[in-house]
Nanobody, 125 residues
Framework: VQLQASGGGLVQAGASLRLSCAAS????????MGWFRQAPGKEREFVSA????????YYADSVKGRCTISRDNAKNTVSLQMNSLKPEDTAIYYC???????????????????WGQGTLVTVSS
């Protein structure tokens, strides 16, 4: 599976961005798709995930209520709509695909098999 993330940019606090992750190589049926981010000097952290088959979403507490994850079966893409952006949301955002997840395993980057190249989100105050 090849993943291509896009949609990042420079925005002011309070603005919105929509990140997209396009997959190629195979369909995402059965996968869990995740978004992670890594801010300068910090470890990569979980943002959101979605089970491809039934669309069940998961969110980190830091973005819950501000972000919505969705998938498009026809386009083989997963999107992350981010609203009310804050300066602390500034990071490189990565999409990833995991073939097998159990319980809350979707929160851990080491269970993901495939990763996109990342897209930079910068939120100015």
């Amino acid at each position: 599976v090849q993943l291509q993330a896009s949609g990042g940019g420079l925005v002011q606090a309070g603005a919105s961005l929509r990140l997209s992750c396009a997959a190629s190589g195979r369909t995402l049926s059965g996968y869990t798709m995740g978004w992670f981010r890594q801010a300068p000097g910090k470890e990569r952290e979980f943002v959101s995930a979605i089970k491809w088959n039934d669309g069940t979403p998961y969110y980190a507490d830091s973005v819950k209520g501000r972000c919505t994850i969705s998938r498009d079966n026809a386009k083989n893409t997963v999107s992350l709509q981010m609203n009310s952006l804050k300066p602390e949301d500034t990071a490189i955002y990565y999409c990833a695909a995991a073939s097998i997840t159990y319980g809350t395993g979707y929160r851990y980057d080491n269970i993901y098999d495939f990763w996109g190249q990342g897209t930079l989100v910068t939120v100015s105050s």
